[in-house]
Protein backbone atom coordinates (compact mmCIF):
# COMPACT_ATOMS: atom_id res chain seq x y z
CA UNK A 1 0.00 0.00 0.00
CA UNK A 2 1.04 3.78 -0.52
CA UNK A 3 -0.09 6.96 0.64
CA UNK A 4 -1.33 7.82 -2.67
CA UNK A 5 -4.20 4.44 -2.19
CA UNK A 6 -4.81 6.25 1.00
CA UNK A 7 -5.36 9.53 -0.34
CA UNK A 8 -7.45 8.14 -3.26
CA UNK A 9 -9.80 6.60 -1.13
CA UNK A 10 -10.01 9.50 1.07
CA UNK A 11 -10.85 11.93 -1.61
CA UNK A 12 -13.06 10.17 -3.58
CA UNK A 13 -14.84 10.32 -0.02
CA UNK A 14 -14.27 14.32 0.17
CA UNK A 15 -12.34 15.53 -2.95
CA UNK A 16 -9.51 18.05 -1.81
CA UNK A 17 -10.84 20.60 -4.72
CA UNK A 18 -13.85 21.13 -3.10
CA UNK A 19 -11.69 22.52 0.21
CA UNK A 20 -12.51 26.16 0.97
CA UNK A 21 -9.78 28.74 -0.96
CA UNK A 22 -8.05 29.76 2.54
CA UNK A 23 -7.19 25.99 3.23
CA UNK A 24 -4.57 23.39 3.21
CA UNK A 25 -6.24 20.00 2.74
CA UNK A 26 -3.90 17.29 1.26
CA UNK A 27 -0.53 15.48 2.06
CA UNK A 28 1.11 17.59 4.54
CA UNK A 29 3.95 15.78 5.20
CA UNK A 30 5.63 12.75 2.89
CA UNK A 31 5.38 11.53 -0.89
CA UNK A 32 2.38 10.16 -2.02
CA UNK A 33 5.31 7.32 -3.24
CA UNK A 34 5.54 6.56 0.37
CA UNK A 35 5.01 2.95 1.30
CA UNK A 36 2.61 2.50 4.19
CA UNK A 37 1.71 -0.74 6.53
CA UNK A 38 -1.09 1.38 8.40
CA UNK A 39 -2.93 4.57 9.32
CA UNK A 40 -3.85 6.15 12.62
CA UNK A 41 -6.73 8.27 12.56
CA UNK A 42 -6.74 11.13 14.96
CA UNK A 43 -8.37 15.11 15.25
CA UNK A 44 -5.10 17.28 15.41
CA UNK A 45 -1.74 16.02 14.65
CA UNK A 46 0.16 16.47 17.45
CA UNK A 47 3.62 14.91 18.45
CA UNK A 48 1.85 12.44 20.76
CA UNK A 49 0.06 11.78 18.11
CA UNK A 50 2.89 11.18 15.79
CA UNK A 51 4.69 8.78 18.26
CA UNK A 52 0.70 7.22 18.97
CA UNK A 53 1.22 6.46 15.29
CA UNK A 54 5.35 5.00 15.28
CA UNK A 55 4.58 2.58 18.65
CA UNK A 56 1.54 1.41 16.78
CA UNK A 57 2.86 0.76 13.64
CA UNK A 58 1.98 3.61 11.49
CA UNK A 59 3.75 5.37 9.21
CA UNK A 60 0.77 7.07 8.42
CA UNK A 61 -1.54 10.11 9.75
CA UNK A 62 -4.89 10.69 8.60
CA UNK A 63 -6.50 13.64 10.73
CA UNK A 64 -9.21 16.21 10.55
CA UNK A 65 -7.08 19.92 11.27
CA UNK A 66 -4.02 20.07 8.85
CA UNK A 67 -1.08 19.88 10.32
CA UNK A 68 0.34 22.88 8.10
CA UNK A 69 -2.52 25.48 8.06
CA UNK A 70 -0.45 28.37 8.11
CA UNK A 71 2.79 28.76 6.42
CA UNK A 72 5.73 28.13 8.59
CA UNK A 73 7.85 30.51 8.74
CA UNK A 74 10.24 28.68 12.02
CA UNK A 75 10.63 25.57 13.29
CA UNK A 76 11.14 25.38 16.53
CA UNK A 77 10.96 22.29 18.99
CA UNK A 78 9.48 24.19 21.62
CA UNK A 79 6.63 24.97 19.46
CA UNK A 80 3.80 22.72 19.27
CA UNK A 81 2.75 22.67 15.61
CA UNK A 82 6.68 22.45 14.80
CA UNK A 83 7.76 19.85 17.13
CA UNK A 84 4.94 17.73 15.22
CA UNK A 85 6.00 18.27 11.99
CA UNK A 86 9.83 17.45 13.37
CA UNK A 87 8.33 13.81 14.50
CA UNK A 88 6.67 12.99 11.58
CA UNK A 89 9.94 13.89 9.52
CA UNK A 90 12.06 11.91 11.86
CA UNK A 91 9.77 8.66 11.75
CA UNK A 92 9.13 8.61 8.13
CA UNK A 93 5.38 9.16 8.80
CA UNK A 94 3.34 10.58 6.51
CA UNK A 95 0.56 12.94 7.26
CA UNK A 96 -2.54 13.88 5.54
CA UNK A 97 -5.20 16.53 6.93
CA UNK A 98 -8.30 16.51 5.54
CA UNK A 99 -10.08 19.94 6.69
CA UNK A 100 -12.81 21.79 4.48
CA UNK A 101 -12.97 19.17 1.93
CA UNK A 102 -14.86 17.10 5.00
CA UNK A 103 -16.58 19.82 6.28
CA UNK A 104 -18.50 20.95 2.90
CA UNK A 105 -19.31 17.11 1.75
CA UNK A 106 -22.25 15.35 2.39
CA UNK A 107 -21.98 12.65 4.82
CA UNK A 108 -19.12 14.41 6.20
CA UNK A 109 -18.42 16.52 9.66
CA UNK A 110 -21.73 18.24 9.60
CA UNK A 111 -23.39 15.24 8.58
CA UNK A 112 -21.52 13.34 11.43
CA UNK A 113 -22.89 16.02 13.80
CA UNK A 114 -26.57 15.78 12.76
CA UNK A 115 -26.58 12.15 12.93
CA UNK A 116 -25.39 12.71 16.66
CA UNK A 117 -28.28 14.62 17.18
CA UNK A 118 -30.82 12.51 15.28
CA UNK A 119 -31.84 14.64 12.48
CA UNK A 120 -33.81 13.36 9.95
CA UNK A 121 -34.33 14.94 6.08
CA UNK A 122 -30.75 16.09 6.33
CA UNK A 123 -30.17 18.60 3.48
CA UNK A 124 -26.32 20.75 3.19
CA UNK A 125 -27.32 24.13 4.85
CA UNK A 126 -24.99 26.71 2.83
CA UNK A 127 -25.11 24.35 -1.08
CA UNK A 128 -23.03 25.34 -3.33
CA UNK A 129 -22.58 23.51 -7.21
CA UNK A 130 -22.21 20.08 -6.87
CA UNK A 131 -24.49 19.34 -4.16
CA UNK A 132 -21.36 20.07 -1.94
CA UNK A 133 -21.25 22.71 0.82
CA UNK A 134 -20.83 23.93 4.79
CA UNK A 135 -23.52 22.96 7.16
CA UNK A 136 -26.57 20.79 7.34
CA UNK A 137 -30.01 21.43 8.23
CA UNK A 138 -32.55 18.60 9.79
CA UNK A 139 -35.69 18.04 11.63
CA UNK A 140 -36.01 16.27 14.94
CA UNK A 141 -38.78 13.09 14.91
CA UNK A 142 -40.38 15.27 18.06
CA UNK A 143 -40.93 18.62 18.83
CA UNK A 144 -39.14 19.74 21.79
CA UNK A 145 -39.04 22.10 24.31
CA UNK A 146 -35.90 24.56 23.79
CA UNK A 147 -34.35 23.52 26.96
CA UNK A 148 -34.67 19.83 26.68
CA UNK A 149 -33.20 20.21 22.85
CA UNK A 150 -30.32 21.76 24.55
CA UNK A 151 -29.77 19.08 26.69
CA UNK A 152 -30.48 16.56 23.68
CA UNK A 153 -27.54 18.56 22.61
CA UNK A 154 -25.01 18.42 25.66
CA UNK A 155 -25.89 14.65 25.77
CA UNK A 156 -25.25 13.74 22.35
CA UNK A 157 -22.06 15.54 22.45
CA UNK A 158 -21.10 14.33 25.81
CA UNK A 159 -20.26 17.63 26.91
CA UNK A 160 -20.50 19.48 30.40
CA UNK A 161 -22.08 22.81 29.20
CA UNK A 162 -22.90 24.59 26.30
CA UNK A 163 -23.67 28.81 25.60
CA UNK A 164 -26.51 29.40 24.34
CA UNK A 165 -28.30 32.68 23.07
CA UNK A 166 -32.28 33.31 24.60
CA UNK A 167 -34.39 30.07 24.68
CA UNK A 168 -36.69 30.42 22.33
CA UNK A 169 -40.30 29.95 23.43
CA UNK A 170 -41.52 27.61 20.88
CA UNK A 171 -40.93 24.35 20.51
CA UNK A 172 -37.87 23.31 18.61
CA UNK A 173 -38.49 21.07 15.31
CA UNK A 174 -35.26 21.74 13.07
CA UNK A 175 -32.27 22.41 13.63
CA UNK A 176 -29.38 23.35 11.88
CA UNK A 177 -25.19 22.52 12.63
CA UNK A 178 -21.95 23.14 11.32
CA UNK A 179 -18.85 21.12 12.75
CA UNK A 180 -16.92 23.76 14.15
CA UNK A 181 -16.27 27.58 13.41
CA UNK A 182 -19.67 28.30 12.03
CA UNK A 183 -20.59 32.17 12.86
CA UNK A 184 -20.96 33.34 9.04
CA UNK A 185 -23.76 30.43 8.84
CA UNK A 186 -26.42 31.69 11.04
CA UNK A 187 -27.77 33.50 8.09
CA UNK A 188 -28.83 30.39 6.41
CA UNK A 189 -29.43 29.04 9.34
CA UNK A 190 -32.17 31.70 9.59
CA UNK A 191 -33.37 31.12 6.07
CA UNK A 192 -33.59 27.62 6.65
CA UNK A 193 -35.97 27.81 9.16
CA UNK A 194 -34.42 26.20 12.14
CA UNK A 195 -35.25 27.26 15.48
CA UNK A 196 -31.79 26.54 16.94
CA UNK A 197 -28.73 26.41 15.32
CA UNK A 198 -25.70 24.48 16.74
CA UNK A 199 -21.89 25.18 15.85
CA UNK A 200 -18.99 26.25 17.59
CA UNK A 201 -16.46 29.65 18.25
CA UNK A 202 -19.54 32.02 18.47
CA UNK A 203 -18.76 35.50 19.51
CA UNK A 204 -20.28 37.49 22.15
CA UNK A 205 -22.22 39.47 19.64
CA UNK A 206 -23.36 36.83 17.75
CA UNK A 207 -25.73 35.77 20.94
CA UNK A 208 -27.72 38.91 20.33
CA UNK A 209 -30.93 36.51 18.05
CA UNK A 210 -34.42 37.55 16.76
CA UNK A 211 -37.18 36.03 18.75
CA UNK A 212 -38.41 32.70 17.53
CA UNK A 213 -34.22 31.55 16.78
CA UNK A 214 -31.38 30.43 18.99
CA UNK A 215 -27.71 29.75 18.95
CA UNK A 216 -25.61 26.89 20.79
CA UNK A 217 -21.74 26.97 20.76
CA UNK A 218 -21.21 23.33 21.66
CA UNK A 219 -17.37 24.02 21.18
CA UNK A 220 -15.14 23.39 18.32
CA UNK A 221 -13.88 20.05 19.20
CA UNK A 222 -17.70 18.20 20.31
CA UNK A 223 -19.02 19.43 17.19
CA UNK A 224 -16.22 18.18 14.72
CA UNK A 225 -15.06 14.73 16.62
CA UNK A 226 -17.29 12.48 14.91
CA UNK A 227 -15.68 12.73 11.87
CA UNK A 228 -13.12 10.50 13.39
CA UNK A 229 -14.92 7.78 12.78
CA UNK A 230 -16.72 8.88 9.51
CA UNK A 231 -12.79 8.88 8.24
CA UNK A 232 -11.89 5.49 10.11
CA UNK A 233 -14.96 3.93 8.47
CA UNK A 234 -13.81 5.07 4.69
CA UNK A 235 -10.71 3.57 4.98
CA UNK A 236 -11.65 0.04 6.43
CA UNK A 237 -14.75 -0.29 4.10
CA UNK A 238 -12.01 0.51 1.30
CA UNK A 239 -9.42 -1.52 2.40
CA UNK A 240 -10.84 -4.18 4.95
CA UNK A 241 -7.53 -5.80 5.12
CA UNK A 242 -5.14 -3.30 5.89
CA UNK A 243 -3.98 -2.20 9.24
CA UNK A 244 -6.40 1.28 9.73
CA UNK A 245 -6.99 2.50 13.37
CA UNK A 246 -8.38 4.88 15.67
CA UNK A 247 -6.04 7.21 18.17
CA UNK A 248 -6.60 5.86 21.92
CA UNK A 249 -6.01 9.13 22.69
CA UNK A 250 -8.99 10.85 20.30
CA UNK A 251 -11.01 10.99 24.00
CA UNK A 252 -8.49 13.78 25.59
CA UNK A 253 -7.43 15.57 21.97
CA UNK A 254 -9.37 18.24 23.03
CA UNK A 255 -7.25 21.44 24.00
CA UNK A 256 -10.13 23.16 25.44
CA UNK A 257 -10.66 22.63 29.44
CA UNK A 258 -13.41 22.63 32.07
CA UNK A 259 -12.93 23.61 35.04
Known amino acids: ?114 GKLGLQNVRVLAPEDGGVGFGAVGDLPVMLPALEAVGLVKKALGTPCVRTSALVEEPVGRIAVCGGSGTSLIPAARQAGAQMYVCGDISYHYFFQPKGFMVVDAGHFETEVEITKVLLSVIRKKFPTFVSLMSECIGGANPVNYL
Not at 18 to 32: C, R
Open 1 to 114: MKVKDIIAAIEEFAPAGIQAEYDNTGLQVGSPEQEVHGVLIGFDCTEALVMEAVSRGCDMILTHHPLIYHPLRNIYPEDPGAAAVIAAIKNGVAVYGCHTSVDKTPGGVSWALA
